[in-house]
């Protein structure tokens, strides 16, 4: 799992997700990366976070509406997620974390009910609809390695082409920003290491 956000057209965004199991919801390292999820969320002022999000093959994400952890109540988890759709249809402005500055309007339906497991593993049924409902839909749909640009058509798409290029671009350019920052340490550490040898070397010598 990821300390950051896995920025889109990363393939563990156009994935499926795995089942979890009891078992693994009651461990340590669990909780972990639930606290991770929810401090990465908070910390980019999102307020939903799926698992593909940050490279876990995880089906489950974090949600709080009010977007602020002070919010602490409104906080959900939701894990091996299902929905049906109840009533109505609205169509709202809608960003990603994953496709950040870029917005556009999706199509979703309005009161869903919802089924899943919450951080201890109990089951837990409730309807939403609005806001709420939204965020939900969106996240499952990166469980099942869907985006909101799928959710589109074909004029909306269009529209958003040169923001997603502009986006992927950027993308690339950070990636080899990273690479080139990765390559500077690890030759900064062989310096290290060979300025130790010659340490030791002259040592053995004045002895």
């Given at each position: ?169 950027r993308v690339k350019e950070l990636r080899r920003y990273r690479e080139h920052a990765k390559i500077r340490r690890a030759l900064a550490q062989k310096r290290k290491e060979k300025e130790k040898a010659r340490a030791k070397v002259k040592k053995k010598k004045r002895k």
């Amino acid at each position: 799992m990821k300390n950051i956000i896995v920025l889109y057209p990363h393939n563990s965004l156009k994935e499926g997700t795995k089942h979890v199991t009891l078992d693994y919801i009651q461990t340590d390292e669990f909780r972990s990366r639930i606290s991770t999820m929810f401090r990465l969320m908070y910390y980019n002022r999102g307020v939903g976070l799926a698992a593909p999000q940050v490279g876990w093959d995880a089906k489950l994400f974090v949600c709080n509406p009010k977007g602020k952890p002070e919010h602490v109540s409104d906080a959900l988890v939701l894990i091996n997620p299902e929905w049906i759709p109840i009533d109505g249809v609205q169509i709202d402005e809608e960003g990603c974390l994953s496709v950040p500055g870029i917005w556009a309007p999706v199509r979703r339906h309005d009161k869903i009910s919802v089924k899943a497991l919450n951080e201890e593993g109990f089951e837990f049924e409730f309807e939403a609809s609005g806001f709420l409902s939204r965020i939900i839909q969106h996240e499952c749909d990166h469980l099942d390695g869907i985006m909101m640009m799928d959710r589109l058509d074909s004029e909306a798409l269009a529209d958003l082409n040169s923001d997603l290029a502009g986006h992927i671009k950027r993308v690339k350019e950070l990636r080899r920003y990273r690479e080139h920052a990765k390559i500077r340490r690890a030759l900064a550490q062989k310096r290290k290491e060979k300025e130790k040898a010659r340490a030791k070397v002259k040592k053995k010598k004045r002895k």
